[in-house]
Nanobody
Framework: QVQLVESGGGLVQAGGSLRLSCAAS????????MGWFRQAPGKERDFVAA????????VYGDSVKGRFTISRDNAKNAVYLQMNSLKLEDTALYYC???????????????????????WGQGTQVTVSS
């Protein structure tokens, strides 16, 4: 049974930082693209960031560029999201996602669409206060 478990969410003041972690079990994602998405109440699930299998290539949603950094540790089967300069509009439930059917060992497969990912965590809440 494949599981993705996010952690690290919480309440933070605007301008602060948080680091989210996602631990995978049940299969290895070392050769697969991983991503982070977020969803605020009443809104669609939005793309935050994606990272290639070897961590060499990353892509970010426009609203988080320059503030968030995605990284991974394949030895730990984990992916991370460092969030700096947090804004009120970053408040959302953050989801870790793993590609299953997508290509393995791809440097360029960094899809921003949720339907390109096959595995999802339960989410971790990030709340930014003023």
């Amino acid at each position: 049974q494949v599981q993705l478990v996010e952690s690290g969410g919480g309440l933070v003041q605007a301008g602060g930082s948080l680091r989210l972690s996602c631990a995978a079990s049940g299969r290895t994602f070392s050769g697969k693209t991983m991503g982070w998405f977020r969803q605020a109440p009443g809104k669609e699930r939005d793309f935050v960031a994606a990272i290639s299998w070897n961590g060499r290539n990353t892509v970010y949603g426009d609203s988080v560029k320059g503030r968030f950094t995605i990284s991974r540790d394949n030895a730990k089967n984990a992916v991370y999201l460092q969030m700096n300069s947090l804004k009120l509009e970053d408040t959302a439930l953050y989801y870790c996602a793993g590609s299953g059917k997508g290509p393995s060992y791809s440097w360029t497969y960094l899809p921003p669409r949720p339907n390109e990912y096959d595995y999802w965590g339960q989410g971790t809440q990030v709340t930014v206060s003023s």
